[in-house]
T-cell receptor, first 112, second 111 residues
Framework: NAGVTQTPKFQVLKTGQSMTLQCAQDMNHNSMYWYRQDPGMGLRLIYYSASEGTTDKGEVPNGYNVSRLNKREFSLRLESAAPSQTSVYFC???????????FGQGTRLTVV | GEDVEQSLFLSVREGDSSVINCTYTDSSSTYLYWYKQEPGAGLQLLTYIFSNMDMKQDQRLTVLLNKKDKHLSLRIADTQTGDSAIYFCAVPGGGSYIPTFGRGTSLIVHP
């Protein structure tokens, strides 16, 4: 049972480069999320998708775009990476109807 | 929106009890959650409590909920070195099911 799978696990980018973080879930959840985790800041919501075909901004959306490709996949794109985007990124799914959210293992991104 | 506050660090000796506290602002949440994050890993659900309960016990874990004060706590009895991790309080709020996370409490267990 894979749960939530994120790729890549590690990435180093130069300032101005672009990249897409991939996320897929096999639990048939409608809702999916992208969070970033920074020391002392906890998890902050970047974007979420309540269902296939819909996306909404979270607390810290600037500098990011997302795509809900289908029910399984929710990708996060950095168009022009900045050092302030150095963080650990987590994808999650579930959480609707008061159920728990399941998390991927995270992507550790460094922008130099 | 929802605001969830936790202290950042807790240090205890092995065998002692640990108590991690959380306060929140939105009282409309049906469930309140505790997640655990081990080093280099994602978050995993540790336990949860339904909002009409005051206490829930699950082996070494005890969750206490004071809805009047909007205070949630997690007690770990007989804390072991394997309990060293970051613990997050998560509360869906603002009429949404989306969990808002506290900053996380780093639990350090000394032998």
């Amino acid at each position: 049972n894979a749960g939530v799978t994120q790729t890549p696990k590690f990435q180093v980018l130069k300032t101005g480069q672009s990249m897409t973080l991939q996320c897929a879930q096999d639990m048939n959840h409608n809702s999916m999320y992208w969070y970033r985790q920074d020391p002392g800041m906890g998890l902050r919501l970047i974007y979420y998708s309540a269902s296939e075909g819909t996306t909404d901004k979270g607390e810290v959306p600037n500098g990011y775009n997302v795509s809900r490709l289908n029910k399984r996949e929710f990708s996060l794109r950095l168009e022009s990476a900045a050092p302030s985007q150095t963080s650990v990124y987590f994808c999650a799914s579930g959480g609707e109807a008061n159920t728990e959210a399941f998390f991927g293992q995270g992507t550790r991104l460094t922008v130099v | 929106g929802e605001d969830v506050e936790q202290s950042l660090f807790l240090s205890v000796r092995e065998g002692d009890s640990s108590v991690i506290n959380c306060t929140y602002t939105d009282s409309s949440s049906t469930y309140l959650y505790w997640y655990k994050q081990e080093p280099g890993a994602g978050l995993q659900l540790l336990t949860y409590i339904f909002s009409n309960m005051d206490m829930k016990q699950d082996q070494r874990l005890t969750v206490l909920l004071n809805k009047k004060d909007k205070h949630l706590s997690l007690r770990i009895a007989d804390t072991q070195t394997g309990d060293s991790a970051i613990y997050f309080c998560a509360v869906p709020g603002g009429g949404s099911y989306i969990p808002t996370f506290g900053r996380g409490t780093s639990l350090i267990v000394h032998p």
